[in-house]
Every structure is written in structure tokens, then in C-alpha cells.
């Protein structure tokens, strides 16, 4: 069975209108060896996110390591949102915002290669960086990560969730003797804080299941 792409939908943790992002549907034959391998791949993935300060950083470790691109750089492709966009309430309470100081909002999907491994909601407190980083975050597809590095940023995770395991549980949809991965496989919610100890940003980000394309039936 191939690797097919549909259209999904993704909810930033219960905190913004659903939103496209790219899902891929990946399938391995059901044995236990195979949900074995993939259970392994996920808690790597997991191990992986959570000992890199920047996501960025740990999708290119990622890629890297599992010869996943030519070139393992992660590129952001911004996702167009829709106007008016509110900031939640709980956004700017973890900032320490007020309702009238600006916040501004981005979305991106972060790929390597030919793969869509994350969808990344980011607000982040445009007056706590520097000008040349706004230019740049509103002008170009450059990943957050990579532009807010000078400010020698700190995460403090607030959540991290994983939203599907291939050991053990039922078969996720119609793939008869198959294992098929669900678009979203891993959640985390952090705020990065700048060498002051500012929280200058508050991001959640969704791990698909495209960063298990690296395992032979995935890439079938």
C-alpha cells in the first residue's frame, strides 16, 4: 500500500479554529514485530523533542539521523489564517500580556525534504524582538527557531502529549491487516523565554506521522 495525501484538519490544542495542514497516510503490515519497531520510532521521537530547546533543531536532528532529506534542513512554508485572528485568552495569560499589547500569530508547517513533519502554531510578542527578526518572520518562510536563535531562548514545555500509539491498541481505520497511522501522532505546548527570562512566545506544535516515513513499509 502506497503513501496517499489528503487534506486535514488540525486543532492547535483546543486553542484556534480547526486549520489545514498536510496529512499523509502511512501503513505497515499488522504484526507484532512491525508494532513493536514503530512504538521504538515514536518513543525516539519523543526523546528527541524533548531533549532539543528548539523544535526546529530537532526536526533537522531527526532528519538527519534517519537520512530523511539530501539536505536536512527544516524550511517553515507559512499557512495562510484567516482575518480577524483573536489571541485565546490562555495565550496571553502564559505571555503575561495585556488584552491591548500586541501579539501576533503564525502558523507554518515544517518540512524536510519531501515530508510535512509538524504544523506549528506560534504567538509571539513582536515588541521583544528585534526589528530584523519581524521583517523576517512576516516577510519570509524562514522557521521561528532559526530567526529568535540570537536571543538565546530558553522552552519551558507546558504540555506534551502523545495522541496515538501503535503498541498496543486496535488498528487506526480501514486498512484490514494493516497498521494505519493517524495525521497526528505527537502534540506539544511550550513558551520560549529569552536570555532575561522573558516568555517572548507561546507554541503548539503537531509531529505527523510523516516523520515515521523513514521506516521501510512507510516508504512502500
Not at 12 to 29: F, K, T, V, Y
Not at 141 to 152: Q, W
Amino acid at each position: 500500500m502506497g503513501r496517499g495525501v489528503c487534506v486535514a484538519a488540525m486543532m492547535g490544542a483546543g486553542l484556534l479554529p480547526a486549520s489545514p495542514m498536510l496529512a499523509a497516510s502511512l501503513s505497515w503490515s499488522d504484526t507484532p514485530a512491525e508494532r513493536a519497531r514503530l512504538m521504538m520510532s515514536v518513543q525516539e521521537l519523543e526523546i528527541t523533542l524533548l531533549t532539543h530547546p528548539s523544535a526546529t533543531l530537532a526536526l533537522e536532528d531527526w532528519c538527519a539521523t534517519h537520512h530523511m532529506a539530501a539536505r536536512p534542513v527544516v524550511v517553515a512554508q507559512k499557512v495562510a489564517l484567516p482575518q480577524p485572528d483573536p489571541v485565546p485568552a490562555r495565550v496571553r495569560a502564559d505571555l503575561g500580556v495585556s488584552a491591548a499589547q500586541p501579539v501576533r500569530h503564525r502558523q507554518v508547517r515544517l518540512v524536510c525534504g519531501p515530508y510535512v513533519l509538524s504544523v506549528a502554531d506560534n504567538w509571539y510578542v513582536p515588541a521583544l524582538l528585534t526589528p530584523q527578526m519581524n521583517a523576517t518572520l512576516e516577510g519570509t518562510d524562514t522557521s521561528f527557531g532559526h530567526v529568535v536563535a540570537p536571543l538565546h531562548f530558553t522552552r519551558e514545555r507546558l504540555e506534551f502529549t502523545r495522541l496515538w500509539s501503535p503498541w498496543p491498541g486496535p488498528v487506526v481505520g480501514q486498512g484490514g491487516t494493516m497498521i494505519v497511522a493517524p495525521a497526528e501522532i505527537v502534540r506539544q505546548r511550550a513558551v520560549l523565554r529569552d536570555g532575561q527570562g522573558r516568555p517572548f512566545s507561546e507554541v503548539v506544535e503537531t509531529y505527523t506521522d510523516q516523520t515515521l516515513a523513514f521506516t521501510p513499509q512507510g516508504q512502500r
